[in-house]
């Protein structure tokens, strides 16, 4: 693909997976900001790197407003260094945030696991008393 090349909203929606009402919502929260001639919408080179930061901040669970902060940074002009600094404590925290949820899910498994274990056995139990009946 040509990098200089605008994608009209169908390319845009095969090459990342998303539906146009994802790329209409994300150009209402003013995250894109693609061409508009008349009804058609052009994405530059531009809009879909913030695009494919857009989504992976959000497989990392950012928050849209946490996401368009990092986006803002991006025009300070120190070569991203503010950027890359903001989107580095965030993704400390939210690191933290999953591995905590992690040992909570763990934890829950654990419990669920073990109370499968106890009904097996009782229904077991169970079923060797209905058949000595």
């Known amino acids: ?42 994405f530059t080179r531009r809009d879909r790197a913030r695009l494919k930061l857009i989504l992976r901040g959000k497989r990392f669970g950012f928050s849209l407003e946490e996401i368009r902060q990092l986006l803002d940074l991006y025009s300070v002009g120190d070569q991203q260094r503010t950027q890359l600094a903001r989107a580095y404590e965030i993704a400390q925290d939210r690191l933290a945030d999953m591995k905590s949820q992690r040992a909570e899910l763990d934890a829950a498994i654990g419990e669920l696991e073990d109370q499968m274990k106890w009904g097996e056995k009782m229904l077991a139990s169970m079923d060797q008393k209905s058949a000595a009946e």
């Open 1 to 42: 693909m040509n990098d200089e090349r605008q994608m009209t909203i169908r390319e845009m929606c095969d090459a990342f997976e998303v539906t146009p009402r994802t790329l209409r919502f994300y150009e209402q929260k003013e995250l894109l900001f693609p061409i508009r001639e008349g009804q058609k919408r052009l």
